[in-house]
């Protein structure tokens, strides 16, 4: 997916498509695991589905619980999906960065062999 250290820096449009390609790909890991926060909300914890889209929103944004649990079920659930949250911003974040570290590193390394 990346050129070969022995290829060129991308041009700025092919690169600028690149970036565009990451952040849906970041935005579709976004949308999963909203739909999987949504899900949990609505089936575990018995919220309408426009509370557990709230409430999985505000967990994946790392904001927090806006509505009390009543369950032990929904408490065991709730805690998973922040941890697992947690970790998809991470993976989000990396996901999109990706390309921009790549072609700084690539950028240094074309930049020595020239020398």
Not at 21 to 34: C, K, P
Not at 36 to 55: F, P
């Amino acid at each position: 997916m990346f050129e070969h250290k022995s290829q060129s820096v991308l041009p700025i449009w092919p690169f600028i498509r690149r970036m565009v390609l990451f952040v849906v790909m970041a935005g579709s890991l976004v949308a999963v695991a909203l739909l999987m926060g949504v899900a949990g909300y609505h089936w575990i914890a018995g919220y309408s589905y426009m509370d557990a889209l709230l409430n999985a929103a505000m967990i994946l944004t790392t904001m927090g619980q806006v509505n009390e649990l009543k369950t032990d079920a929904a408490k065991v659930f709730a805690s998973a999906y922040a941890l697992f949250s947690g970790i998809i911003f991470f993976a989000v974040i990396s996901v999109i960065m990706a390309p921009v570290v790549h072609r700084f590193l690539h950028k240094f390394h074309v930049d020595n062999l020239t020398r």
